[in-house]
């Protein structure tokens, strides 16, 4: 999976990670969700789904935290990424999109 990031005029990053990763997950579902206007990850699945199985509802949130935190650190601007109402979610301003090849 790769993920570019820039204007449209000037490509800045562009990030590469294995497809079946937790990280690879999160960016597309958070790109998925903007796009279908939903109401972000809630906190606790994403720690669910990165965490050990079994794992309750405050390891879950901090296990969430943690992995969030890496995807923030890889932004120019980690305000990018805003929790509210117990989601994850993309700033409402920043223009998101996806590339597929040509079929």
Request: with cysteine.
């Amino acid at each position: 999976m790769r993920i570019a990031a820039g204007s449209r005029s000037r490509l800045r990053r562009v990030w590469t990670w294995r497809a079946a990763s937790h990280e690879a997950a999160s960016w597309r579902a958070l790109v998925a969700d903007r796009i279908e206007g939903g109401d972000g990850l809630p906190v606790v699945g994403v720690g669910e789904r990165v965490g050990p199985r079994g794992a309750d509802r405050a390891e879950a949130t901090n296990l969430a935290a943690r992995h969030i935190h890496t995807l923030r650190s890889r932004l120019r601007d980690p305000a990018a990424i805003v929790t509210a109402h117990h989601a994850y979610r993309l700033r409402d301003d920043l223009d998101v999109g996806v590339c597929r090849p040509a079929a």
